[in-house]
């Protein structure tokens, strides 16, 4: 059982920036290492959306409204990842959840608030 902990959602203004973190707790180690990982967001009344993932090699892929704006990466060290937000828009606006993938299945965090308003 691999535990998620969000952190550094808030509120910002259009064109600033903001970094979320997802810590992973787990007893071994190297599930983290070879888990493939991700970040979700949903915004209300919309369904949740795949933003950024990183693989245990570290390639990584991003949906198309982020790209060039938002940076994910991965501490695995520190068992932690990122997601770096710039220019944020206010349509970026939703709960973000991070994902952990190992051997097929699914750990989720509880999720972070981001709202991006003037």
């Known amino acids: 059982q691999v535990q998620l902990v969000e952190s550094g959602g808030g509120l910002v203004q259009p064109g600033e920036s903001l970094r979320l973190s997802c810590a992973a707790s787990t007893r071994i180690f190297s599930v983290f290492v070879l888990s493939a990982m991700g970040w979700y967001r949903q915004a209300p009344g919309k369904q949740r959306e795949l933003v950024a993932s990183i693989t245990s090699g570290g390639r990584t892929t991003y949906t198309d409204s982020v790209k060039g704006r938002f940076t994910i990466s991965r501490d695995n060290a520190k068992t932690t990842m990122y997601l770096q937000m710039t220019n944020m828009k206010p349509e970026d606006t939703a709960v973000y959840y991070c994902?952990?993938?190992?051997?097929?299945?699914?750990?989720w965090g509880q999720g972070t608030q981001v709202t991006v308003s003037s």
């Open positions: 994902n952990l993938n190992f051997n097929g299945g699914d750990s």
